[in-house]
């Protein structure tokens, strides 16, 4: 029987409130037949799995553990994005709602355990009215813990949600027990805890609502990003023109965009010209000017002319679709760090209960008079005080946070895991042509060699020759051509020969071949004079190209390819950073080491063939340590591939953004230290909320067993031990939402950093 191609499939996961409910989840899918590798984020409450199983398999597999799940369409990105910012929203309500019912129930509670007030009501009646008001919190407020927490125990999966139904359950218990059994038990011992029950559910609610607000906020640039995209566009068609919805629009269709107007998808301007803001593409705030047979992209904003294009990309083919993909699928990611951790909360709500009930006997045994209820009480603070949400919260929030900062500023994360490897980078390698320099090659200068044969028609058959190709050099060629308009003479059996050159032969059969050094070489061609106009164009950064015909150099010609304006301030701001850079081409020596020195890079490994890449890429890890790669080629995806973080330039073939972790969208190599300071940044925030989250635990669930008592008679209500329980996850939510507002790459933080500046030599 034949088996199924593997996947990726994405579930929602509904009913998860902290990290052992996840982990629970995650265990779950793992155990399906069929199913390779799982992720469950309880930040974005999804779910993905990687494999053969059935999506029935799957939602069956989450169900048996007592949650449910519901397949996520990724094409349908909007409605998806829009459909769960409506569910948090009415979770939110609900939460609200279910708060002022507790706060007001409580209050009643508090006010009669007080002996204040309700002086009409006969003393011996408040304590039937407070196990009503409790009752009625249980069945309303507090039902959800129940709902949720008890299946999930009898299932032998307890969560976060059991402790808080068995502590605030045995509380409950006991005191429905005081109320109408009293005569059973010692006076001593006929407490009421009708308020600690109401405290609990009420400040358990009061940190769900503000934590489920904070999540929205950290889900926000994504959904700023789904906003962009228009739901409507003008179609035009047989002279006229009317608004259709988005997906009725196919390639091929010719939209009306007006002054004012977002781009509804990606096309090609047939008419009109304006100025595009692209900010939330590039990042870069300067309006960009567009105009007939320029690509524009959907989602960007058409500032002031008409625009008549053509649709080239609908649906989740277009650039915004692509980018919404990445950043869900790097928000769903998890780290390496996060392993531990998962290990730690699966079994920490069945410690934690077993930690209660030695707690309970022991207080039982050795406590004070009335030892039960120091048993009773002390074991319910360690059932509330006990919270592994901090500790499921503290790496997936700082991830969607990151990943969404990094969209606005023109970084996108393919992986999420690349957040944690970009932070330990010790050099960073940059292709040289379209990386460091512009990738615009342009023709500067032909030297002829031969006065039989005129610059034109040298052109002609050189761009004849190159149109064949795509190599950026041989673009500048055709480019030359075309502005000087020569026609082009038929050429024939073209062949490339990767990293070396191109070779036809003309109608006459006559060889015609262009390349560098090396493919003369190869050849067995030699001219002095060519090697030194090809010396004096090299260490002026200039690319020279050899051509020759019916078997003798004929010309050669100087092609120019200027640095970006950003490549300087990049090298700086790495290099303050502690970070070595390095620039590995397939180019000639003298022309690598003069863009290397325009740019400040001062390391240079030239004559690389494309295959040999890969190899360069592991030799420097070995020698340097991590190791991330910039490039934009097809001939850099196994560089891209093999670096510990390769960094694709988004104007790249797909080829290489394919094999790279990070795509950049902005035309500034700035966001390559923008990107590592975002990493180290985040990474810092990661390791603060797992050091907060650890250590609430280890020192507080201790107080709550009553640690202190011996020492101080001091003990931990349950009351405050649940909102020292709902800081815990708000705090690890808060420092996490700081990474909004972190600021762009800054020099001057780099002489702060304790890293060792790295030692000058040899690679």
């Not at 005569?183 to 001593?188: D, Q, R, S, T």
């Not at 277009?318 to 990445?326: E, N």
């Not at 934690?352 to 603070?381: D, E, K």
Request: proline letters at 5%; hydrophobic letters at 45%; one cysteine or more.
């Amino acid at each position: 029987m034949p088996t199924s191609s593997p996947s990726s499939r994405t579930l929602l996961i509904e009913g998860m409130s902290c990290a052992s409910c996840s982990a629970r989840v995650e265990k779950a899918l793992k155990a399906v037949p069929g199913v390779t590798d799982a992720h469950v984020n309880l930040a974005t409450q999804q779910a993905q799995i990687t494999g053969t199983a059935s999506q029935e398999a799957l939602i069956g597999a989450v169900k048996t553990v007592g949650f449910g799940a519901a397949p996520l369409i990724q094409q349908e990105a909007h409605r998806t994005v829009q459909d769960r910012k409506t569910h948090r929203e009415a979770q939110t309500r609900a939460l609200r709602h279910d708060l002022l019912h507790a706060v007001i129930l409580w209050l009643l509670i508090l006010f009669m355990s007080m002996g204040h007030g309700f002086g009409f009501i006969p003393v011996g009646w408040r304590p039937w009215l407070q196990w009503v008001f409790a009752t009625l919190a249980l069945i309303g407020p507090g039902r959800q813990f129940y709902r949720a927490g008890l299946p999930a125990l009898l299932h032998r999966t307890p969560t976060m949600n059991t402790l808080v139904a068995l502590g605030t359950g045995a509380a409950y218990l006991y005191s429905s027990l005081v109320v109408f059994a009293s005569a059973l038990l010692p006076a001593e011992t006929q407490h009421l805890y009708f308020d600690t029950i109401l405290g609990i559910i009420t400040l358990v609610l009061l940190g769900r609502l503000l934590e489920a607000r904070a999540k929205g906020r950290t889900s926000a640039a994504l959904e700023k990003l789904i906003c962009l995209q228009p739901q409507e566009a003008h179609r035009l068609h047989n002279g006229g023109g009317h608004d259709v919805p988005i997906a009725q629009i196919k390639p091929g269709d010719q939209l009306l965009i007006r002054p004012g107007e977002r781009v509804p998808l990606d096309g090609v301007i047939l008419e009109g010209k304006s100025h595009l803001d692209e900010s939330m593409l590039t990042g870069e705030a300067l309006p960009t000017p567009r105009g007939v047979g320029e690509t524009i992209i959907g989602g960007t904003l058409n500032q002031e002319g008409a625009l008549t294009i053509q649709a080239t990309a609908t649906g989740a083919d277009t650039v915004l679709a692509r980018i919404i993909s990445m950043v869900e699928h790097a928000q769903g990611s998890k780290l390496p760090i996060q392993s531990l951790v998962d290990k730690v909360i699966l079994w920490f709500v069945p410690v934690i209960i077993a930690i209660a009930g030695l707690t309970f006997l022991l207080w039982l045994i050795i406590g004070p008079a009335p030892s039960f209820i120091y048993a009773l009480t002390n074991a319910i603070a360690v059932l509330i005080a006990a919270c592994p949400c901090a500790m499921g919260l503290a790496t997936p929030t700082a991830i969607m946070v990151a990943t969404g900062k990094g969209a606005e500023i023109g970084i996108l994360f393919r992986k999420g895991e690349a957040l944690q490897s970009l932070g330990h980078t010790r050099l960073v390698a940059f292709d040289k042509t379209g990386t460091l320099t512009k990738g615009q090659p342009h023709l500067t200068d032909i030297y002829r060699l031969d006065d039989t044969i005129t610059e034109e028609a040298l052109l002609a058959l050189a761009a004849a020759v190159e149109r064949h190709s795509d190599h950026p050099l041989a673009r500048a060629i055709t480019q030359a051509a075309e502005e000087r308009a020569v026609t082009l003479p038929p050429v024939r059996y073209v062949s490339t020969l990767t990293g070396l050159g191109i070779e036809a032969q003309d109608e006459a059969g006559h060889h015609i071949h262009l390349g560098n050094h090396a493919y003369m070489k190869s050849l067995g061609h030699y001219s002095a004079e060519a090697n030194r106009l090809a010396d004096t164009l090299s260490q002026k950064g200039t690319s020279p190209l050899y051509m020759t015909y019916k078997g003798r150099i004929i010309a050669l010609m100087a092609i120019a390819d200027p640095i970006r304006p950003s490549a300087a301030a990049a090298i700086a701001a790495l290099k303050n950073a502690h970070i070595r850079t390095v620039m590995i081409t397939g180019d000639i020596e003298a022309t690598a080491r003069s863009i290397a020195q325009q740019a400040g890079i001062e390391d240079v490994i030239a004559h690389v063939m494309p295959e040999e890449k890969g190899a360069t890429i592991q030799t420097l890890q070995k020698l340097h340590g991590p190791v991330a790669f910039v490039g934009d080629g097809i001939n850099d995806a196994p560089a891209l591939a093999l670096a510990d973080t390769g960094l694709a330039i988004s104007h790249g073939t797909d080829i290489a953004i394919e094999a790279a972790d990070l795509v950049l969208t902005r035309d500034s190599l700035m966001s390559v230290p923008d990107a590592i300071t975002l990493s180290r940044s985040t990474m810092k925030v990661i390791r603060q909320n797992l050091f907060w989250a650890f250590i609430y635990n280890i020192v507080l669930i201790p107080l709550a067993a009553g640690a202190l008592y011996p020492l101080a008679h001091i003990m931990l209500s349950p009351a405050f031990a649940a909102g020292a329980m709902a800081f815990s996850s708000l705090f690890v939510l808060g420092n996490a939402i700081r990474l909004r507002f972190a600021p762009p790459f800054l020099p001057e933080q780099a002489h702060k950093s304790k890293r060792k500046t790295f030692e000058k030599g040899p690679l």
